[in-house]
C-alpha cells in the first residue's frame, strides 16, 4: 500500500461470504470431534498425558473461553475409557496399633465384596458364637471343670474338719469366714457352756484353735491359685470353642483373598481378635448399641451408634471402583487441604470427641489415583496449604491423612495416624498465562512437577478450512444445546465477529465461549421470530444488544463531549492541539473516545515535561513514549546547537491514570504543531506510537479507535473531511463496523495510514515535511541564539 493514501474500502473490512458455505444450515454438518486450531496444545496435551515418567504432569495455559476445560474433560475421558480401572482402597483397624490403620489394596469391585463379606461375617458370629456357647457340650465340659473345683475345694475343707475333730474341735462355716467350738458328744457346744469350762481345759482348746487357724490359712492360702487355674481352663475352653464357631467363618474368606497377601494377613489378624473378644458376640448387636450421642458440634459428624463388633470389624471403604469402569478423571472445583488428600472425622460423645479407621474419608486425591486430575490453578493456590499438600503427595508419591491442625500444631490431641496409599496419577491444572510464568519464577519446585505446558493459543488462521471447522463447531453446540440451527449468512457473520474479536483480519478468535453466547442470544430472537433458524441479522441484532446493554458509559462520556463538557473540536483548525485517541475497557466491554493533546513550547533548558507523569497519573510506557520524543527532537532539530526550549505536553481533561505509548506520535506532532506554529485540522483524530526515527508503529484496538471518532462526528454531522489517521502497520487489523465502511465509501469519513511521522504532518497540517521542519529548526534556533543572549547578558551584569 501506497504511505500516506487513504486506506482501500476493501481493507477497512473483510467479510466472510456465504456463497463458501455449500449447507442448507448447521444441522446438514456433522458433529465436531476435534479441536479448532489449537495443534501445539493438543499435541502438548497428547505427551503429556502419555509420558508415564514421574513429574510430567501439565499445565494447560492460555486465555478463557477457548475450550480448555471442555477440551481437557473430553480427551481425558475418552483415554480412560479405554484403560483398566485402577484399584479400591479401604481402611481397616489395626488391632495392634488402632492409632495406626491399616490401608488395603484391592482389584476394582473386590472393596465392595470384601465389606459385604465381613459384615456378613460379623453377622454370622453373631449367630454361630452364642449357639456354641449355649451348647450342651459347653455347658457339660464347663459344669465338670467347676465340679472339679468344687470336689477339691469341699475334699480340703473335709481334711481339715477331720483333723479338727481328732483335737476335740468342730470347724463351722459363717459368712465371716471359718470359727472353732469345742465338741461334746460329736457336737459342737454352746457358747454359754465353752465359757464355764475349767480354765485349763480353755488354754488347751485355744491352742488347738491356733494352730487349726494356721492349717485352715494355708489351706486357703492355696485357694487363689486353684481358682486362677480354673478360670484359665475356663477361658481356654471358651477360646476353644469361639475358635470352632468362629474360626470355620473365616476359612472360606482365607481361600477366596488368597491372592492378596496383605487382605490374608488382615482376615487372619481378624480371625485372632474375634477369639480374643468373643464376649462382643454373646449380647445381640441391638443390645449393645450405646445411647444416644450428646448433640455434636456442627463440624463433627453425627451418625447411628453401632455395635462395637459391627464397627470394629467393619471396612471402611474410601475409593470404590467399578471392574470395567475404565480410569478415573476427577474434577476437583473446590481443592481446600481436606478436600485434596482427605481426613479423619470425629464424633461428639458424652462430652468427648471419639474417632476410628470407620470415620476416615478420602480426598479427591484418592479418587483420582490411578488416573487422572483436573485442578483449577487460582482456585487451588487461593486455598491456604492445598499448594504445598499437592506438591507434598506428588513429590513422596503418597497420599497422606494428616489434619491440618495437627500438621501445624495447633492440635494437640491424640488423633489417628493412617498408613499412606501409594500414590500414581497425571495432575492437569489449567489457568492463565500469566499464574503459569509466575509460579514458574517464583516456585522453585513448581517446574519439578508440572514438566509439560499445553499452551492454547487465543486466535487462528482464518481460511476456507478453519471457517468450515467453525461452522461445524456451531452447528454441534447449537444440537447439543437444542438451539436453532444457524444458516450459511448466520456462520458468516459469526466469523467476522470472531475476526474482529480478534483484531485481525485474517485471524479468528479461539475463544469460542464468546462465540457461542452471541449464538445463544441471536437464537432467543430467532425464536421470537419464529424463523426456524439463526440467520446474520439474528447474529447482528444479538451483537448490537450486547453492545446497547453494556454501553450506559460509552454514551455518557459522548454525551459529555457534545455537550461540550470535555472539550473535543472535530472542525477547524488549532495550532498546538490534536486529536487524541483511547481505548477503555469496562469489564468485558471496551470502546474508544477522542482525546485532546495540547502542546505549548517555549524557550528554555531543553527539557520535555510530561504533565501526566509530573502528577503521578502517566504510567512507565507513557513515560517511555515522551522521552522517545525528546530523543526524535534533539537528533533531528538540536544536531549542532543546544535544545533550547522547555516543552509541556498533557492530555486534556484525564483525570484517571494514563498508560501506554499509542499517542506518543499524536503528542510528538502536537509539540512539532506549536515549535512551527502550524495549525492542526481538528477533523481528524490520530492514533500509533513512534520510535526515535519517526516511524509510526502499530496500536492495539485500532477498530474501537476509528469508531470512536466516527461516532462522535456523525453526532455532530460529517463536513465532508472527517477521518482517523492509523499507523500502516495496523491495516491487517481493521474489521470496522459497517455503518463506518457506509461512510467512507460515500467519502464522508476517511480513514489514512501512514508509515513515518511525516505523512501524518502533511495529513494535518496541509504542508510538506520539509516546511514543517524548516520552521521547527527556525523556531528553535532562535530559542538557541534568544538563550546565548541571555547568557552573555547575565554575565556583563555580574561583572
Same mark, same amino acid.
Given at each position: 500500500?501506497?504511505?500516506?493514501?487513504?486506506?482501500?474500502?476493501?481493507?477497512?473490512?473483510?467479510?466472510?461470504?456465504?456463497?463458501?458455505?455449500?449447507?442448507?444450515?448447521?444441522?446438514?454438518?456433522?458433529?465436531?470431534?476435534?479441536?479448532?486450531?489449537?495443534?501445539?496444545?493438543?499435541?502438548?496435551?497428547?505427551?503429556?498425558?502419555?509420558?508415564?515418567?514421574?513429574?510430567?504432569?501439565?499445565?494447560?495455559?492460555?486465555?478463557?473461553?477457548?475450550?480448555?476445560?471442555?477440551?481437557?474433560?473430553?480427551?481425558?475421558?475418552?483415554?480412560?475409557?479405554?484403560?483398566?480401572?485402577?484399584?479400591?482402597?479401604?481402611?481397616?483397624?489395626?488391632?495392634?496399633?488402632?492409632?495406626?490403620?491399616?490401608?488395603?489394596?484391592?482389584?476394582?469391585?473386590?472393596?465392595?465384596?470384601?465389606?459385604?463379606?465381613?459384615?456378613?461375617?460379623?453377622?454370622?458370629?453373631?449367630?454361630?458364637?452364642?449357639?456354641?456357647?449355649?451348647?450342651?457340650?459347653?455347658?457339660?465340659?464347663?459344669?465338670?471343670?467347676?465340679?472339679?473345683?468344687?470336689?477339691?475345694?469341699?475334699?480340703?475343707?473335709?481334711?481339715?474338719?477331720?483333723?479338727?475333730?481328732?483335737?476335740?474341735?468342730?470347724?463351722?462355716?459363717?459368712?465371716?469366714?471359718?470359727?472353732?467350738?469345742?465338741?461334746?458328744?460329736?457336737?459342737?457346744?454352746?457358747?454359754?457352756?465353752?465359757?464355764?469350762?475349767?480354765?485349763?481345759?480353755?488354754?488347751?482348746?485355744?491352742?488347738?484353735?491356733?494352730?487349726?487357724?494356721?492349717?485352715?490359712?494355708?489351706?486357703?492360702?492355696?485357694?487363689?491359685?486353684?481358682?486362677?487355674?480354673?478360670?484359665?481352663?475356663?477361658?481356654?475352653?471358651?477360646?476353644?470353642?469361639?475358635?470352632?464357631?468362629?474360626?470355620?467363618?473365616?476359612?472360606?474368606?482365607?481361600?477366596?483373598?488368597?491372592?492378596?497377601?496383605?487382605?490374608?494377613?488382615?482376615?487372619?489378624?481378624?480371625?485372632?481378635?474375634?477369639?480374643?473378644?468373643?464376649?462382643?458376640?454373646?449380647?445381640?448387636?441391638?443390645?449393645?448399641?450405646?445411647?444416644?450421642?450428646?448433640?455434636?458440634?456442627?463440624?463433627?459428624?453425627?451418625?447411628?451408634?453401632?455395635?462395637?463388633?459391627?464397627?470394629?470389624?467393619?471396612?471402611?471403604?474410601?475409593?470404590?471402583?467399578?471392574?470395567?469402569?475404565?480410569?478415573?478423571?476427577?474434577?476437583?472445583?473446590?481443592?481446600?487441604?481436606?478436600?485434596?488428600?482427605?481426613?479423619?472425622?470425629?464424633?461428639?460423645?458424652?462430652?468427648?470427641?471419639?474417632?476410628?479407621?470407620?470415620?476416615?474419608?478420602?480426598?479427591?486425591?484418592?479418587?483420582?489415583?490411578?488416573?487422572?486430575?483436573?485442578?483449577?490453578?487460582?482456585?487451588?493456590?487461593?486455598?491456604?496449604?492445598?499448594?504445598?499438600?499437592?506438591?507434598?503427595?506428588? &513429590? *513422596?508419591?503418597?497420599? #497422606?491423612?494428616?489434619?491440618? /491442625? =495437627?500438621?501445624?500444631?495447633? +492440635?494437640?490431641? @491424640?488423633? !489417628?495416624?493412617?498408613?499412606?496409599?501409594?500414590?500414581?496419577?497425571?495432575?492437569?491444572?489449567?489457568?492463565?498465562?500469566?499464574?503459569?510464568?509466575?509460579?514458574?519464577?517464583?516456585?522453585?519446585?513448581?517446574?519439578?512437577?508440572?514438566?509439560?505446558?499445553?499452551?492454547?493459543?487465543?486466535?487462528?488462521?482464518?481460511?476456507?478450512?478453519?471457517?468450515?471447522?467453525?461452522?461445524?463447531?456451531?452447528?454441534?453446540?447449537?444440537?447439543?444445546?437444542?438451539?436453532?440451527?444457524?444458516?450459511?449468512?448466520?456462520?458468516?457473520?459469526?466469523?467476522?465477529?470472531?475476526?474482529?474479536?480478534?483484531?485481525?483480519?485474517?485471524?479468528?478468535?479461539?475463544?469460542?465461549?464468546?462465540?457461542?453466547?452471541?449464538?445463544?442470544?441471536?437464537?432467543?430472537?430467532?425464536?421470537?421470530?419464529?424463523?426456524?433458524?439463526?440467520?446474520?441479522?439474528?447474529?447482528? &441484532? *444479538?451483537?448490537?444488544? #450486547?453492545?446497547?446493554?453494556? /454501553? =450506559?458509559?460509552?454514551?455518557? +462520556?459522548?454525551? @459529555?463531549? !457534545?455537550?461540550?463538557?470535555?472539550?473535543?473540536?472535530?472542525?477547524?483548525?488549532?495550532?498546538?492541539?490534536?486529536?487524541?485517541?483511547?481505548?477503555?475497557?469496562?469489564?468485558?466491554?471496551?470502546?474508544?473516545?477522542?482525546?485532546?493533546?495540547?502542546?505549548?513550547?517555549?524557550?528554555?533548558?531543553?527539557?520535555?515535561?510530561?504533565?501526566?507523569?509530573?502528577?503521578?497519573?502517566?504510567?512507565?510506557?507513557?513515560?517511555?513514549?515522551?522521552?522517545?520524543?525528546?530523543?526524535?527532537?534533539?537528533?533531528?532539530?538540536?544536531?549542532?546547537?543546544?535544545?533550547?526550549?522547555?516543552?509541556?505536553?498533557?492530555?486534556?481533561?484525564?483525570?484517571?491514570?494514563?498508560?501506554?505509548?499509542?499517542?506518543?506520535?499524536?503528542?510528538?506532532?502536537?509539540?512539532?504543531?506549536?515549535?512551527?506554529?502550524?495549525?492542526?485540522?481538528?477533523?481528524?483524530?490520530?492514533?500509533?506510537?513512534?520510535?526515535?526515527?519517526?516511524?509510526?508503529?502499530?496500536?492495539?484496538?485500532?477498530?474501537?479507535?476509528?469508531?470512536?471518532?466516527?461516532?462522535?462526528?456523525?453526532?455532530?454531522?460529517?463536513?465532508?473531511?472527517?477521518?482517523?489517521?492509523?499507523?500502516?502497520?495496523?491495516?491487517?487489523?481493521?474489521?470496522?463496523?459497517?455503518?463506518?465502511?457506509?461512510?467512507?465509501?460515500?467519502?464522508?469519513?476517511?480513514?489514512?495510514?501512514?508509515?513515518?511521522?511525516?505523512?501524518?504532518?502533511?495529513?494535518?497540517?496541509?504542508?510538506?515535511?520539509?516546511?514543517?521542519?524548516?520552521?521547527?529548526?527556525?523556531?528553535?534556533?532562535?530559542?538557541?541564539?534568544?538563550?546565548?543572549?541571555?547568557?552573555?547578558?547575565?554575565?556583563?551584569?555580574?561583572?
Amino acid at each position: 500500500m501506497a504511505s500516506g493514501t487513504a486506506v482501500p474500502l476493501e481493507r477497512l473490512r473483510t467479510p466472510c461470504d456465504p456463497a463458501q458455505f455449500k449447507f442448507k444450515n448447521t444441522n446438514d454438518l456433522e458433529d465436531l470431534t476435534e479441536m479448532v486450531g489449537q495443534t501445539r496444545a493438543i499435541e502438548a496435551v497428547e505427551f503429556g498425558i502419555g509420558m508415564d515418567q514421574r513429574g510430567y504432569n501439565l499445565f494447560v495455559l492460555g486465555p478463557p473461553g477457548t475450550g480448555r476445560h471442555s477440551f481437557v474433560k473430553r480427551y481425558l475421558t475418552a483415554r480412560a475409557a479405554e484403560r483398566d480401572a485402577p484399584s479400591d482402597w479401604c481402611y481397616v483397624n489395626n488391632f495392634d496399633k488402632p492409632r495406626e490403620p491399616l490401608a488395603l489394596e484391592l482389584p476394582a469391585g473386590m472393596g465392595r465384596r470384601l465389606c459385604r463379606d465381613l459384615d456378613r461375617l460379623v453377622d454370622e458370629a453373631y449367630t454361630a458364637i452364642p449357639t456354641a456357647f449355649e451348647s450342651e457340650d459347653y455347658r457339660a465340659r464347663r459344669q465338670a471343670i467347676e465340679q472339679e473345683f468344687g470336689t477339691e475345694q469341699a475334699k480340703r475343707f473335709q481334711e481339715i474338719q477331720k483333723r479338727a475333730s481328732e483335737r476335740g474341735i468342730a470347724v463351722i462355716r459363717t459368712p465371716q469366714g471359718v470359727a472353732f467350738s469345742p465338741l461334746r458328744e460329736g457336737r459342737p457346744m454352746p457358747p454359754e457352756e465353752v465359757q464355764n469350762l475349767p480354765e485349763d481345759v480353755k488354754e488347751q482348746l485355744a491352742k488347738a484353735s491356733s494352730e487349726l487357724g494356721e492349717e485352715v490359712a494355708e489351706a486357703m492360702s492355696a485357694m487363689p491359685t486353684l481358682v486362677r487355674e480354673v478360670r484359665e481352663r475356663i477361658h481356654e475352653l471358651d477360646r476353644q470353642v469361639a475358635m470352632l464357631a468362629g474360626g470355620s467363618l473365616i476359612d472360606e474368606l482365607l481361600s477366596r483373598y488368597a491372592d492378596l497377601p496383605k487382605v490374608v494377613s488382615y482376615l487372619q489378624s481378624v480371625q485372632s481378635d474375634i477369639i480374643d473378644n468373643f464376649v462382643l458376640f454373646l449380647l445381640p448387636p441391638e443390645a449393645q448399641a450405646k445411647p444416644g450421642a450428646d448433640q455434636p458440634h456442627q463440624l463433627l459428624i453425627q451418625q447411628p451408634k453401632e455395635a462395637p463388633a459391627k464397627r470394629r470389624y467393619c471396612v471402611n471403604l474410601i475409593v470404590d471402583r467399578k471392574e470395567n469402569g475404565g480410569q478415573p478423571v476427577v474434577i476437583e472445583d473446590h481443592p481446600n487441604y481436606p478436600n485434596l488428600v482427605g481426613g479423619v472425622e470425629y464424633l461428639a460423645h458424652m462430652g468427648a470427641l471419639e474417632t476410628d479407621f470407620s470415620l476416615i474419608h478420602a480426598g479427591a486425591l484418592h479418587r483420582a489415583n490411578g488416573g487422572y486430575f483436573v485442578l483449577d490453578a487460582v482456585k487451588v493456590l487461593s486455598e491456604p496449604y492445598a499448594w504445598q499438600g499437592l506438591k507434598q503427595a506428588l &513429590r *513422596a508419591g503418597e497420599i #497422606r491423612i494428616e489434619s491440618l /491442625s =495437627r500438621s501445624l500444631g495447633m +492440635m494437640p490431641t @491424640a488423633s !489417628l495416624e493412617p498408613e499412606p496409599i501409594p500414590l500414581k496419577l497425571k495432575v492437569v491444572l489449567i489457568g492463565d498465562r500469566y499464574t503459569y510464568y509466575q509460579l514458574q519464577a517464583l516456585d522453585p519446585e513448581f517446574m519439578e512437577h508440572f514438566k509439560v505446558a499445553a499452551d492454547f493459543d487465543d486466535r487462528m488462521t482464518r481460511d476456507g478450512a478453519n471457517n468450515m471447522l467453525f461452522a461445524q463447531l456451531l452447528g454441534t453446540i447449537a444440537r447439543q444445546e437444542e438451539l436453532l440451527p444457524l444458516d450459511p449468512t448466520g456462520v458468516a457473520r459469526l466469523i467476522e465477529e470472531s475476526a474482529r474479536h480478534a483484531e485481525h483480519a485474517s485471524k479468528l478468535s479461539a475463544q469460542v465461549r464468546r462465540a457461542a453466547d452471541i449464538m445463544r442470544e441471536a437464537n432467543f430472537w430467532a425464536e421470537k421470530d419464529a424463523d426456524g433458524k439463526v440467520d446474520g441479522d439474528d447474529i447482528q &441484532r *444479538a451483537i448490537d444488544k #450486547r453492545v446497547y446493554r453494556a /454501553s =450506559r458509559i460509552k454514551e455518557r +462520556m459522548h454525551e @459529555a463531549i !457534545l455537550d461540550d463538557s470535555i472539550l473535543i473540536d472535530s472542525s477547524g483548525e488549532v495550532v498546538g492541539q490534536v486529536n487524541g485517541l483511547a481505548v477503555m475497557q469496562v469489564g468485558g466491554f471496551a470502546f474508544a473516545r477522542p482525546s485532546r493533546i495540547t502542546a505549548r513550547a517555549a524557550m528554555g533548558g531543553g527539557k520535555v515535561i510530561d504533565i501526566e507523569r509530573e502528577t503521578d497519573l502517566g504510567g512507565p510506557l507513557h513515560s517511555k513514549g515522551v522521552l522517545i520524543i525528546s530523543g526524535y527532537l534533539a537528533s533531528r532539530y538540536a544536531v549542532d546547537l543546544p535544545l533550547a526550549l522547555s516543552a509541556t505536553i498533557v492530555m486534556e481533561q484525564s483525570y484517571a491514570g494514563v498508560d501506554g505509548d499509542s499517542a506518543s506520535a499524536v503528542e510528538l506532532i502536537a509539540l512539532l504543531s506549536a515549535l512551527a506554529k502550524v495549525p492542526v485540522k481538528q477533523s481528524l483524530a490520530m492514533t500509533g506510537s513512534i520510535n526515535q526515527r519517526g516511524q509510526i508503529q502499530a496500536i492495539g484496538g485500532v477498530n474501537h479507535k476509528i469508531e470512536g471518532f466516527f461516532d462522535i462526528c456523525r453526532e455532530r454531522e460529517f463536513t465532508g473531511g472527517q477521518g482517523v489517521i492509523i499507523p500502516a502497520s495496523n491495516v491487517q487489523n481493521l474489521m470496522l463496523r459497517q455503518d463506518v465502511v457506509d461512510a467512507v465509501a460515500a467519502g464522508t469519513f476517511h480513514v489514512h495510514a501512514v508509515e513515518h511521522i511525516g505523512e501524518a504532518l502533511e495529513l494535518l497540517t496541509g504542508l510538506s515535511e520539509d516546511e514543517v521542519d524548516s520552521r521547527v529548526h527556525q523556531r528553535v534556533r532562535t530559542f538557541a541564539e534568544k538563550r546565548r543572549d541571555f547568557a552573555k547578558d547575565k554575565e556583563s551584569d555580574e561583572a
